[in-house]
Structure formats: C-alpha cells, structure tokens
C-alpha cells in the first residue's frame, strides 16, 4: 500500500517538533546554589549585610541549638560534568560540585587561605535528582575562631 505524498513530510515536521519541545529542556544547565550560613547565639553583626536564614532553610537546620543563622552569603553555579568548578563563598571557604554521571554529584569542601592551595576539608556524594527536587545537602563545622559557634554550607538545586 503506498502511502500519500504528504505523509512524509507531516512525519518530518512532527519529529522536528517534537526535537524543539526536547532539547531545550536537555540543554537546560542545572544549577546548585550555595549558601555559607553562621550558627551562633550572638547577635547580627553590626556593619554586616548578613541576613536571617528563611524558614525553610531553618527547618532543616532545627536539630542544632543555635537560635541565629546568619547567611553570609549565597552563589549559584552550575553544575558539570567531568570537570569541577570551584565557588568560592568567603575568603576562607570554597565548594566545588562535580556530576559524576552516576547518578550522584560530588561535593567538595576546601578551605581557603591567602597564598596557598585550596585545602580539602571534606568530599560528599549527594543524588543530583534529590538536588533537582529541591532536598537540601548541609555540610558542617565548628568555628575555630569563636567556641560554641558553627558554620554550615546549605546546596540545593535551582533552575
């Protein structure tokens, strides 16, 4: 049975609609942002930009005792593959995030001092899909420099 004429070219123009509807949500570059967050009982700083931690984020962070969190400050990235890219969020902290292709991204804390290297402090393995849904990853620490204070870096995924 032969088909119309037309038939082929309505096939072309579908698959060519539907290749416009599919790439530009696989091109869409993920993106994680990073937040350095102060967990202390002191008050804000004055002089600083500082900002509270919003509810959400605080509902995560509810476990720990502190009653202030403090947002340093926040940079979004986007996340590759194969090659990490370092984002540095003071001048002391940095993080890269890597996609490893499995699955999983690879989230690498490094402290920062003048004159030196990037310092590995601490490599995680999160789910790039928990990212993409919005579930947070928290790395932690104390602060070196004030007892009874600590600092988190808070990623989670953003479009």
Known sequence: ?????????????????????????????????????????????????????????????????????????????PVPKGTPKLVTLSPKCAVDINDLGNGNVEIRLFELKEGAQPKLVKPVQHSLSALKKGEFCILAGDDKKVWDDAWFVILTGRR
């Open 1 to 77: 049975m032969q088909r119309p004429l037309g038939w082929t070219a309505l096939r072309r123009s579908l698959i060519i609609g539907l290749l416009f509807l599919v790439l530009p949500a696989a091109a869409e570059e993920f993106k994680v942002e990073a937040r350095l967050v102060w967990g202390t009982n002191q008050p804000k700083p004055a002089g600083t930009a500082f900002a509270p931690l919003d509810a959400l984020s605080r509902d995560k962070v509810r476990p720990f005792k502190w009653t202030n969190y403090w947002v340093v400050n926040t940079v979004t990235s």
